[in-house]
């Protein structure tokens, strides 16, 4: 195992760390990110190009989300005491307070070395009031490489000196092996309902999933984006979907194509999907070109933003939850 930490500048670094098997990583402090995850030497995720454009992009490329991923209401509260996020879009606060948020601040780092595996540990304290999100919270996210396995690990940990809100995960944009695009992809989800949406990409009802959105078995892609892509107004998927249970000794998320597998672990009881098919121009290292639709899977595990009681964490709760990937080479 062995790991390398570069100062990007004064409040910035990169970890570049190499398993000695088939995994690689880098990660930085800002935002708790992931800016490169392969195996074999070959990309998992989007990397883009250049560092100062990852930093600062509002995609959320890699980036943890916090204090609270997905979309919730402005307005609300917490055993009766009120609550004004800061708004980013119709009433809602994105991803903790968007550009805003966790996501695009440096946070503490260390890194320990175990016998069979390496931690890289970040930490923030994010203030009261902060976005408008009630309470301190003291949040941790540990990044768990191990040396026989190849398997990568992300652990979130919270804790409030009060009451305050969390849902915490990550925005990996996976895209296997330097494809072209998604469409070949299969993938298989344990989820057979969802969160409807409204015109703002709120989740406004729990129903069954269209056939669309229908992944309980392994579908191909293509068929689904194209219906998608004519036939309804968001023209892509960005929909969370609820596991049927919660399970951690198998895995919730199947996603493939002909190269390879990635199969998701998690105890978290939803998963927001997204197919990044906006046509953000950003130069990545999987493309020659621009602007590229279709190029990657976000696959976010979460809370149930609906459930609003399930976001409370109050002094005294450890919020803590798990997001486990495996990776399986189909090349012959």
């Excluded at 490169?36 to 995720?45: E, G, S, W």
């Excluded at 996501?103 to 203030?127: A, G, H, N």
């Excluded at 939803?270 to 639709?293: A, E, M, R, S």
């Amino acid at each position: 195992m062995k790991y390398q930490i570069t100062k990007h500048n004064d409040e910035v670094v990169f970890i570049d760390i190499d398993n000695g098997d088939k995994l690689k990583a880098t990660l930085s402090n800002f935002g708790a990110g992931v800016f490169k995850l392969r195996y074999d030497d070959l990309p998992m995720i989007l990397e883009i190009e250049d560092k100062d454009t990852w930093l600062h992009q509002p995609c959320f490329y890699g980036k943890t989300l916090a204090r609270v991923a997905g979309r919730i209401r402005c307005e609300g509260d917490i055993d009766g005491e009120p609550y004004h996020l800061k708004e980013t879009t119709a009433g809602y606060s994105l991803h903790g307070g968007e550009i805003n948020s966790l996501s695009f601040r440096p946070w503490k780092y260390e890194v320990k070395e175990y016998k069979e595996k390496l931690d890289v540990i970040f930490s923030i304290t994010s203030r009261n009031n902060d976005n408008g999100f009630p309470g301190v919270a003291k949040i941790k996210v540990i990044y768990e490489i191990y040396k026989k396995t190849n398997n990568f690990r992300m652990i979130y940990k919270g804790t409030t000196n009060t009451k305050t809100l969390l849902n915490i995960s990550n925005h990996n944009y996976y895209n296997l092996f330097n494809s072209p695009d998604v469409s070949d992809y299969t993938l298989k989800v344990n989820a057979n309902k969802y969160g409807e949406i409204d015109n703002t990409v709120f989740i406004t009802n729990t129903n069954k999933v269209p056939w669309y959105l229908d992944f309980e078995r392994a579908t191909k892609l293509k068929q689904r984006l194209d219906y998608i892509e004519k036939k309804t107004w968001i023209k892509t998927i960005d929909n969370t979907f609820i596991f049927n249970n919660i399970m951690t000794n198998k895995p919730q998320v199947v996603m493939k194509n002909k190269d390879v597998k990635l199969s998701m672990f998690t105890d978290y009881p939803t998963l927001n999907i997204f197919c990044d098919n906006f046509h953000n121009p950003v130069k990545f290292f999987q493309f020659k070109t621009l602007d590229n639709g279709r190029r990657a899977i976000a696959l976010e595990p979460q809370l149930y933003d609906l459930d609003h009681d399930s976001l409370i964490v109050r002094k005294g709760d450890k919020y803590k939850h798990f997001i486990l990937l495996k990776f399986k080479d189909l090349r012959k």
